[in-house]
């Protein structure tokens, strides 16, 4: 038995073949946002995507010149671009919080004491505890991933950047999209407007009371309040990009509104190998020199050049034994 349930888009009158998990999706003919009781959705947004498959060639070169310095990557195959269409909701709010608790401190107090001759001075260490009643208010976008458990690449490193450009959303046009980027695949979202909304007040409460924690050593009472101002369902174009390099498979993810790259891994070769293997023999050597000749004069300066050499090595044959690097 087929679990796709069958739609008709009350937008197009489109027919549509829908997942049973998915919670809002995209008619195809339209691209109308449709909620899971077939209503439509309107406050739909997307973050425009300015790039085309060269651009996202001379981006890869780019990424893999800097920061393959000193690997010696040479002949790199693209294999696979896939630019694809994230979900996230966005859940705007006004926030406020009161919260009462107490800091504890040790304050250091001098004092003179007795007279004459005998005068001295005392240092005393003194634990203070300040009342603290603060409030925070203010205006959130709190983004939230669109999908549960995603395993797609770069997807939970997205949400942080999208928080910074959801001012540079506009409001979602099929036929521009269809005219301009026709290839980009939609991700419907499995988290439902009413979970959206949820999950917003639970990050809110709990990022607040995290901050009255920090400005507290123990706090007595945090009361918080939200006034929900919108919630956007919002897409973000993401190119996904697989490279081969001597028969190893490496990942990218690039945000098509800017061009940043959002996570990216980078082979880790032979070259860089040796490079790293010298650094952490030429700094046990060095700090075997220096132990040497002061040594005997200053005890301290073998403890130190062993710290410091078991520091420089330690992230060094890191460095040399790891598979990929991962850049983000």
Same mark, same amino acid.
């Given at each position: 038995?087929?679990?796709v349930?069958?739609?008709?888009c009350?937008?197009?009158?489109a ?12 008619c195809e003919?339209c691209?109308?946002? &449709?909620? $899971?009781?077939?209503s439509?959705?309107?406050? *739909?947004? +997307? !973050? ?7 651009? +996202? ?6 990424? &893999?010149? #800097? ?9 790199? #195959?693209?294999?696979?671009?896939t ?6 909701? =966005? ?9 009462? /608790?107490y ?11 007795g ?6 001075? @005392? ?16 205006k ?8 549960? /458990? ?7 490193? @997205?949400?942080? &950047? =999208? ?8 409001? %979602?046009? *099929?036929?521009?999209? @269809? ?7 939609? !991700? ?7 979970? $959206?909304?949820? !999950?917003?007040?639970?990050v ?25 101002s ?7 174009? =993401? ?6 390099f ?20 980078i ?9 790293? !293997?010298?650094l952490? %023999?030429?700094?046990?050597?060095? $700090?075997?020199?220096v ?15 062993? =710290? @410091? ?5 330690f ?5 040399? %034994? ?7």
């Amino acid at each position: 038995m087929s679990l796709v349930k069958e739609y008709q888009c009350p937008h197009c009158n489109a027919p549509l073949d829908i997942n049973p998990e998915d919670a809002i999706f995209n008619c195809e003919s339209c691209g109308q946002a &449709i909620l $899971a009781d077939g209503s439509e959705f309107d406050d *739909h947004y +997307i !973050l425009r995507n300015t790039l085309n498959r060269t651009q +996202i060639h001379d981006i890869v070169k780019g990424f &893999i010149k #800097k920061k393959g310095f000193m690997r010696g990557i040479r002949g790199y #195959k693209i294999t696979n671009i896939t630019p694809t269409l994230m979900p996230f909701w =966005v859940v705007t709010s006004d926030a406020y919080t009161h919260y009462v /608790g107490y800091l504890r401190y040790t304050e250091t107090k001098t004092r003179t004491v007795g007279s004459g001759k005998n005068t001295r001075t @005392v240092t005393e260490h003194v634990t203070v505890y300040r009342p603290i009643d603060q409030e925070i208010r203010e205006k959130r976008a709190d983004v939230l991933l669109g999908r549960r /458990g995603s395993s797609i690449y770069g997807y939970n490193q @997205v949400k942080n &950047i =999208v928080r910074s450009e959801f001012s540079n959303a506009v409001p %979602f046009n *099929h036929d521009q999209l @269809v005219a301009t980027d026709k290839e980009f695949e939609y !991700l419907s979202s499995e988290i439902t407007l009413d979970a $959206a909304n949820q !999950l917003g007040k639970t990050v809110v409460f709990d990022d607040h009371r995290s901050r009255a924690e920090r400005a507290c050593t123990k706090v007595f009472d945090c009361a918080t309040q939200i006034t929900f101002s919108g919630t956007y369902f919002l897409h973000a174009p =993401v190119w996904q990009v697989e490279y081969e390099f001597k028969d190893e498979t490496y990942r990218m993810a690039i945000l098509g509104s800017s061009g940043r790259i959002i996570i990216g891994e980078i082979p880790v070769t032979t070259t860089y190998r040796m490079i790293f !293997l010298t650094l952490t %023999f030429l700094t046990l050597g060095v $700090a075997g020199v220096v132990s040497y000749f002061f040594g005997q004069t200053e005890v301290y300066v073998p403890i130190i050049a062993g =710290v @410091v050499a078991a520091v420089i090595g330690f992230f060094t044959l890191k460095n040399t %034994f790891k598979p990929k690097s991962v850049v983000d």
